[in-house]
């Protein structure tokens, strides 16, 4: 059984640009912080590779600090700031927001004090893609760097959070984008790296690999990859509608990342249509990654006003620039007679 993979909204496969980069990397001994030669040959790396990703993600002239991922950067961007937000925010962000803004049916929120809130510009369940205001004050924009044509320096947002695993780089290695002259505070303290905003040793290696799948992400999205990525998505959607009139489309009509499907069918548990289309080799996932294993509703489709069990029974598809139209037709065969049978077994 050849697997198909289609959980790109979890992480990605590596790309072979982020591993030839960072195996060089490993052959590179000096510490970035030390002045001798090996030194400043491993801080050349990182330096390299905060310019691909500025230059990727529309960011020149701002500051980008290296962090462990969008978790470790949401902790630094929002610890202490007491700013507000909406419940659909990936739960690294939740963790530190006052939760208090309301969400539209349409999955869109409108905020009324942009400069005390934030907002993602994607989001990894639904997929559906808000539009920024102008002056917010910090945008999780884990999902939709690589995949959308967006850039930092047009947002008008004092802060972004971005991570490599989403876009072909590695897992472990992230960054904090910030316009320049914003402050703030180191959460992890020590040896004042990263400009003082972030204390350790660097994640050369992991940072090396972040760079170059950024490079590279970026000629993806120059030469239509992700363009033809939304046609698979949208034979994928229309053969599962063609196919079976009861599943719920969530985002359907909005703006949404170019790879995202999710859809419910009410009473069939997301947790178990995960498992069995995995015995049958698709990988997907039921809501976030960082959630797996926790059977719950998603709060994000809650949030949008889903009732629990429609809520419980949603599932995501992300696809990849590998996935191909083969791919989608055979899970959407797939899921079709497997949501047949559990219709049977119901009745």
């Known amino acids: ?142 999902q939709a760097f690589g995949k959308l044509p967006v850039a930092f320096n047009w947002m008008d947002v004092q802060l972004a959070l971005i991570s490599a695993h989403k876009l072909g780089g590695p897992k472990g290695v992230g960054a904090v984008v910030m316009k320049r002259g914003t402050d703030l505070s180191a959460q992890i303290k020590g040896g004042g790296q990263e400009m003082g905003r972030r204390s350790g040793t660097e994640n050369v290696i992991g940072i090396a690999g972040f760079g170059a799948a950024a490079e590279a992400s970026a000629r993806d999205l120059a030469n239509g990859v992700w363009e033809q990525v939304e046609e698979f998505r949208n034979i994928l959607e229309n053969a599962l509608e063609a196919g079976n009139k009861s599943p719920i489309f969530v985002g359907k009509g909005q703006k949404r990342l170019p790879n995202t499907l999710c859809f419910a069918s009410p009473g069939w548990k997301g947790e178990t249509q995960v498992m069995q289309m995995d015995l049958s080799g698709f990988a997907i996932s039921a809501g976030s990654a960082c959630s797996s294993g926790k059977v719950r509703a998603s709060a994000v489709l809650t949030a949008m006003g889903y009732d629990e069990v429609t809520a419980a029974s949603a599932i995501r598809v992300s696809l990849g620039p590998r996935t191909t139209n083969e791919d989608v037709l055979r899970f959407a065969e797939t899921w079709l007679d497997k949501e047949k049978k559990h219709r049977a077994r119901a009745a």
Not at 15 to 32: K, Q
Not at 55 to 65: L, N
Not at 90 to 115: C, F, M
């Open 1 to 142: 059984m050849t697997r198909v993979y289609l959980d790109h909204n979890a992480t990605t496969p590596l790309r072979p640009e982020a591993r030839d980069a960072m195996i060089a990397a490993m052959e590179v001994c000096g510490n970035p912080s030390s002045v001798h030669a090996e030194g400043r040959t491993a801080k050349a790396l990182i330096e390299r590779a905060r310019a691909q990703i500025a230059t990727a993600f529309g960011a020149d002239g701002a500051d980008i600090v290296f962090t462990s991922g969008s978790t470790e950067g949401a902790a630094l961007a929002l610890a202490g700031r007491g700013l507000h937000g909406a419940a659909i925010e990936h739960d690294a962000v939740r963790s530190w927001i006052k939760e208090d803004i309301p969400v539209q049916e349409t999955g869109l929120v409108d905020l009324p004090d942009p400069a005390n809130a934030t907002l993602q510009l994607a989001n990894s369940e639904t997929g559906i893609v808000q539009t920024l205001p102008s002056g917010l004050a910090v945008t999780d924009a884990t």
